[in-house]
């Protein structure tokens, strides 16, 4: 066994398989809910269940220098950030985010990749605040949307607020249509995906309404070569992962 490293064993339909922990990630308990959920599942979803516990379990933020560690060359000093994890929005852009939906008031608002909700609750915190609109979130991944609908009915903002869709983020757009106010493109890393998302969402876009779209800093060297060729009024903000933020003339 590693050093650090605690392995469990747990049986499948596939047979018996084995996972490390790191020591200290996870009480023994939580070990189990784990296990005892993947042992009736494929063995392939069990780093799906480990990130969703991460956040259930409130786990604290940690400086964003531990996941860019100085990648981006715009942004040295990324140890003023904090994230909960490499895929979370930084702690700051969420803040921003809600700051930002409190100002221009949006009715209706889209977001392209929920993950574990964090951008998500901010986003429908700031529409709950405003005392009016709706955010339609979309992840292609059925666990998250599980859980981010978990918990934005914990803070009472399901359904009437907010909800997380399965789907793809240009089938949400396409299926909202030109009535959007506002949204938040942070799908696939890939961007070719965002891109397609973007050219959708443009022609619905509400004229002299914005979209935000994450990770355009240079180490995101796909999706910012793809955020350098729209062509609309931007203004990029100097985070550790990039935010670039657009509107319709």
């Known amino acids: 066994m590693e050093d650090g490293m605690?392995?469990?064993?747990?049986?499948?339909?596939?047979?018996?398989?084995?996972?490390?922990?790191?020591?200290?990630?996870?009480?023994?308990?939580?070990?189990?809910?784990?296990?005892?959920?993947?042992?009736?599942?494929?063995?392939?979803?069990?780093?799906?269940k480990k990130e969703i516990m991460k956040t259930v379990c409130k786990k604290p933020m940690s400086k964003e220098s531990q996941f860019t560690n100085g990648v981006n060359p715009l942004c040295q000093?990324?140890?003023?950030?904090?994230?909960?994890?490499?895929q979370s929005s930084e702690m700051e852009v969420n803040d921003f985010l809600y700051a930002l939906i409190r100002m221009i008031k949006p009715k209706t608002v889209v977001e392209t990749g929920s993950y574990l909700g964090e951008g998500t609750i901010a986003i429908a915190r700031g529409l709950e605040a405003n005392g009016?609109?709706?955010?339609?979130?979309?992840?292609v991944i059925g666990d998250r949307v599980e859980f981010v609908n978990k918990q934005l009915a914990e803070r009472n903002l399901f359904l009437e607020t907010a909800q997380v869709i399965q789907c793809k983020g240009i089938d949400l757009i396409k299926q909202i249509g030109s009535t959007i106010d506002f949204a938040f493109i942070d799908s696939s890393p890939e961007g070719k995906v965002r891109g397609e998302e973007i050219s959708a969402l443009i022609p619905y876009l509400r004229p002299l309404k914005m979209f935000a779209l994450h990770d355009t800093a240079p180490q995101h060297?796909?999706?910012?070569?793809?955020?350098?060729?729209?062509?609309?009024?931007?203004?990029?903000?100097?985070?550790?992962?990039?935010?670039?933020?657009?509107?319709?003339?």
Not at 77 to 86: F, L, Q
Not at 223 to 248: C, E, W
Request: charged fraction near 35%; glycine fraction near 6%.
């Open 6 to 48: 605690n392995k469990r064993k747990f049986n499948t339909p596939e047979g018996e398989k084995q996972v490390f922990f790191k020591t200290g990630e996870f009480t023994e308990e939580e070990e189990n809910e784990i296990l005892d959920g993947f042992s009736k599942d494929s063995f392939k979803d069990l780093e799906r």
């Open 77 to 86: 000093n990324d140890g003023d950030w904090m994230a909960s994890d490499e």
């Open 132 to 139: 009016f609109g709706r955010l339609f979130s979309c992840d």
């Open 221 to 249: 060297a796909q999706i910012r070569a793809m955020s350098q060729k729209v062509d609309l009024p931007s203004v990029y903000f100097n985070t550790p992962r990039g935010l670039t933020l657009y509107m319709k003339k």
